[in-house]
């Protein structure tokens, strides 16, 4: 049997790669996704540990509560600082202040991107400053500022330069005195931060006499977790005191949190659509190979083979299938998160990321397991389908399987599919998903998304199945159209090749055209160019070693275009079969139709919804 299953893919290599693909992109988006979210928290974690790296505790208000944005802390009275001053173990302590605005140029406010805030900090004194100047200073007297690299090269900032500075009290002009990075980045996800002197940010931002931080240095031998203790004690419950490390790690929670939520959710809601468009296709297209295989299942029955045997081979071919595609949508995935750093690059929302790292559980075993498991899940079926084979049909001809129990039921399976996807979709809009919460124990919001996915899953599928009751009188009602079209295109072609002087070379053209010269040019632009950009752009391989590749890969497909094709316009004398058959095939078999048609109808609603849902996001 296991000659069988090799015979069964290698026999059908084209069929079996386009299935592969199905499940590629698929498990491409789920492992890179995973691999972003780490580059994105190891970014903003490396980025926040070495902000504080010299603040042994720091204190902020404490908060009643936290909302989607993080923390919504106010300030302290500067009268802490003075108190944290006296705490024994205390070397230094500095106030300093946080609040929003950002740059003015020429009237215009150069604001951040993405949503990301626009932040003003007072800046602090050397014994707590861990940024890196790339030119310039700190701040030193009123009217100075400094700003982060990627403002900076955003507007073609230069050191000395007066700009504006948006305030609570209007727009001050400033002169422009340093710009620099923080913990090796140039930003913070598309934010803006300016930095002020501590005076200028009290006068500017209503914090008179007020500190949005306490930053504080230990004395030698003291610990920042025995000085936070102490300094708790003092200022009481209202003071939230951390140490270097704790709010650190609180930030990285924040801000790395918040994007990773809102990235990670948009881009697994569209892996899942993926892989939910690559069951219908790997569905449909083990349905055709098994029907195509009658005969040979028949004779495996034959000469011995149980059902048993018939079932493992098809499940053992999609088995190889799934493990094939999602072994390339892991490795494609690393490619896929190299592509949206350079794609949020060029959008101008350029989020800080560390190295690539591959999580083993999410972005290795996770596309694994949801790949394989796909294509063994939409094979079953018709697996199930080629066990009933039986052994008379190895003599027939054209022997057809016989109708399963699902086949002969799918009016009503449908109907029910369908009232049960509406419920769920309704109790998801009018009760906050009460019968999900019922059963699963999720929050309100988890609760109605999770219920409206399920419905909506549900009502796709029993689209599908309903569509086969649709297929016949909607093939001759689009058919008929488009046969006509095509009879009429063929007569054009016929009559403009019969005019003296002119017929000759328009044929011949269109033949180049077709043939050889032009689409054979297109062919290689595009696959040799999109390999060349893709693989350069990301960094996998030197720009040499790419463009070999590209040309290489290039030749090869044009090689292989120019073989399969074959060009005969126009026919020697127009015929209306070619539509009628096309007609014929499209109805010939209701339930593969409207299988493959589903499959289309879902990439084009995910694709429709797509700019909807990020411009809501």
């Not at 102490?230 to 419950?237: D, L, M, N």
């Not at 009658?294 to 048993?308: D, K, N, Y």
């Not at 998903?433 to 409206?452: E, N, P």
Request: aromatic share 6%; proline share 4%.
């Amino acid at each position: 049997m296991t000659g069988v299953i090799l015979r069964g893919l290698m026999g059908r290599k084209l069929r079996s790669v386009l299935t592969m693909l199905s499940i590629v992109l698929g498990t491409a988006m789920i492992s890179g996704t995973f691999v972003v979210r780490d580059q994105i928290t190891h970014a903003f974690d490396s980025i926040f540990t070495e902000s504080n790296q010299k603040i042994d505790v720091i204190l902020t208000k404490q908060t009643a509560f936290t909302s989607d944005n993080g923390d919504q802390a106010g300030p302290l009275p500067e009268s802490v600082v003075d108190q944290v001053k006296g705490v024994p173990g205390v070397k230094v302590a500095e106030g300093q202040i946080q609040a929003l605005g950002g740059i003015v140029i020429d009237g215009e406010f150069k604001g951040s991107t993405g949503g990301a805030p626009n932040l003003v900090l007072s800046w602090p004194s050397e014994q707590f400053d861990s940024t890196t100047f790339v030119s310039g200073h700190p701040p030193s007297q009123d009217g100075e500022v400094v700003v982060n690299k990627q403002l900076a090269d955003d507007n073609h900032l230069k050191v000395g330069q007066r700009v504006g500075l948006a305030t609570s009290v209007g727009v001050k002009q400033v002169t422009l005195v340093g710009v620099y990075t923080l913990g090796g980045a140039t930003s913070l996800g598309g934010a803006t931060i300016v930095g002020t002197t501590f005076h200028d940010a009290q006068q500017w931002y209503d914090r008179v006499g007020k500190a949005s931080t306490v930053n504080v240095l230990a004395e030698p031998g003291v610990s920042p977790v025995a000085l936070r203790d102490r300094i708790q004690k003092v200022v009481g419950s209202g003071v939230r005191v951390e140490t270097g490390q704790q709010s650190a790690d609180r930030q990285t929670s924040e801000v790395a949190g918040s994007i990773n939520g809102f990235l990670t959710t948009l881009l697994l809601a569209f892996a899942g659509a993926s892989v939910f468009v690559g069951a219908f296709i790997i569905f449909n297209t083990f349905s055709i190979t098994v029907g195509q295989r009658t005969r040979e299942f028949a004779m495996l029955r034959t000469i011995g083979a149980s059902r048993r045997q018939v079932l493992r081979a098809v499940l053992s071919e999609a088995l190889i299938v799934g493990l094939i595609a999602s072994a390339i949508g892991i490795l494609a995935g690393i490619g896929f998160a190299k592509l949206l750093n350079i794609l949020f690059d060029s959008a101008g929302f350029g989020l800080p990321t560390a190295s690539i790292t591959v999580p083993i559980l999410w972005s290795v075993l996770l596309p694994l397991a949801v790949g394989t498991g796909i294509a063994l899940l939409a094979a079953t079926g018709p697996a199930f389908r080629a066990t009933r084979v039986p052994p008379i049909a190895a003599l027939r001809e054209g022997a057809e399987l016989p109708q399963s129990w699902m086949g002969r039921h799918a009016l009503p399976i449908a109907v029910g599919v369908t009232v049960v996807g509406v419920g769920f979709i309704v109790d998801g809009i009018f009760n906050k998903g009460s019968v999900m919460h019922a059963a699963t124990g999720f929050g309100d919001t988890a609760s109605t998304l999770v219920s409206l996915a399920v419905g909506a899953v549900l009502c796709f599928m029993a689209v599908a199945m309903l569509s086969r009751y649709v297929v016949r009188p909607l093939s001759a009602v689009i058919g008929r159209p488009v046969e006509i079209v095509g009879l009429g295109l063929q007569w054009v072609g016929r009559g403009v090749s019969a005019i003296p002087l002119v017929g000759r070379p328009v044929r011949r053209a269109w033949y180049a055209v077709t043939r050889d010269y032009v689409l054979a040019s297109v062919l290689f632009l595009v696959a040799g160019g999109g390999i060349t950009f893709l693989l350069f752009k990301a960094g996998v391989v030197p720009g040499a070693i790419a463009l070999v590749i590209a040309v290489a890969g290039g030749v090869l497909l044009v090689s292989r275009w120019w073989k399969a094709r074959e060009s005969e316009w126009p026919p020697e004398k127009p015929s209306r079969q070619a539509g009628r058959l096309a007609r014929e095939n499209t109805a010939r078999n209701t339930s593969r139709t409207a299988v493959t048609a589903a499959a289309m109808m879902i990439g084009g609603r995910c694709g429709r919804s797509f700019p909807r849902f990020t411009r809501w996001a």
